[in-house]
Structures are given as structure tokens and as C-alpha cells.
């Protein structure tokens, strides 16, 4: 009789104080340790697609996320904070459940997720290197080892790092001293150099304009000709007033 094998069909999941997700069991104890062992939830794995967007440019592949998670959809809410998970076919990318995603990570040194890390590394170098002008190249190696070190400080802390927060590490690096926005503050200060000056041109010339003193003139007289007409009219319309106060007595004597 064949020997039956375990497999990752489902997973219960906890919600902890740091406000993401930890996995507090697993149909398959042998090969999986819940020990620090984190997952990615719905929002987390939005928020990751639109973190790598970008990198489409710069030689990320789809296909290699894909093969790094194991995806789960939501079964059972077991009360407590706790979420009884089931596995599923579904794409990280195209699919519209709420997934949470299990890096896998049977073989951390050579496994799916693994190589993720390294792909995405190599795709936020490249593009470092496409956008700022470093006065040496950034390269691979030292990208690793600025994150590893970080990375090495929570573990002395004894705190486990969770998977999201490895991803965004990588996602959102940049050098010391530079910030993702750095060009464009320099462009705006040009243009805001330049905009108060032909502001202050635009001005001169718009009070120095004779035709808008025209027309501002032409306002006033305007508003000086309703004054009068209006004054015109309540004067016409205080003598009809008189004229029909004596219309009246006029017919009724003639009545009498």
C-alpha cells in the first residue's frame, strides 16, 4: 500500500497585534513550520501588484510571481481573529477574489519565492540606475546586503519579518540621500522660478491694460446708469402710485 504524502490543502491563519497575517496551522505540518511563517493578504497583494507595475519596463516577469505564492481564498472566519483558509487554483494577477498569498518557501535558498526576491532586486536596480544619475552605478550586491542588514537587525530584536515587508523593502529601496521624487522637485523649482516672474509680467500688463481700464470704467458707468434708471423708475412708480390713488376717487364720484 502506497504510502500516503501531506499536502498544503488548507491553512488557518491568525491576525497579529502588528496588524498582518500569520499562518497558526497547516494541513501539512511536516513539510511547513508555522513558526514566523507569514502570508500576504487581499489589501497587501493590491497594493504589491501596483508596486510592480513599474518594473514592466525593466524586464519584470509576471510568471515569476505567480509561481512564488501559493494562493488561498477565504472559507471559514473561525472568530477570534482566526480565518480558516482554503487553497486555489486562481491567478495572483487576473483573479478578482480576495486571496491571500503563502510565499513558498519549501527551498529558501533555491525555491520559487526565493527567486522572486532576486528578480525583483534586479528589476529595482535597473531602474534606479535608468532614472537617477548615481555618481557610481548601483549594483546587486550592494542592494542585498543595505536590506539584509536591516532585515538582520529585526532577527537580533527576535522579531520574524513578514513577507510583505521583505517584498516593499525591496519595491520601495532607495540609496541614503536620494528620495523617489528627487527629479521631479528639481524640475518644479525651475518652473516655480520662472512662474512667479511671468506672473508678476502678466499683472503689470493686465493694470497697465488701457482696454480693461475701459472696461472696468465702462462697469462703473454702467452700474452709475442702473443707479440713476433705477432711481427713475422708483420715481415713475411713486407718481403712478399717486395717479391711481386719484384714478379711483375720480370714478367714484363719477358714480355718484
Sequence with gaps: MAK???TLDWCVVRLGEDHNWWVHETSDPVRWDVDGLSIIDPRQRDHLI?????????????????????????????????????????SVFESEEKLFLL???????????????????????????????FESKLTLDEVEDEIREDQNSSFIEGRAVHAFEEITAILDFMPAGYETDDEKPAKSEE????????????????????SLKWDEDEDEEEGDDEGKDKEKDEEEEGDSDGDEDEKPRARSRGKR
Excluded at 103 to 127: F, Q, S
Design 50 to 90: 501596483e508596486l510592480v507595475d513599474p518594473l514592466r519596463d525593466y524586464g519584470f516577469e509576471q510568471d515569476t510571481m505567480e509561481r512564488a505564492f501559493i494562493p488561498f481564498r477565504i472559507e471559514k472566519d473561525l472568530g477570534g481573529g482566526k480565518v480558516r483558509l482554503k487553497r486555489t487554483k486562481e
Design 4 to 6: 500516503p504524502t501531506s
Design 191 to 210: 518652473e516655480d522660478d520662472d512662474l512667479p516672474e511671468l506672473d508678476e509680467e502678466e499683472e503689470e500688463k493686465l493694470k497697465n491694460d488701457e
Design 103 to 133: 510565499p513558498d518557501i519549501l527551498d529558501e535558498e533555491n525555491g520559487p519565492y526565493a527567486d522572486l526576491l532576486d528578480h525583483l532586486t534586479r528589476c529595482r536596480v535597473k531602474m534606479l540606475n535608468d532614472l537617477f544619475e
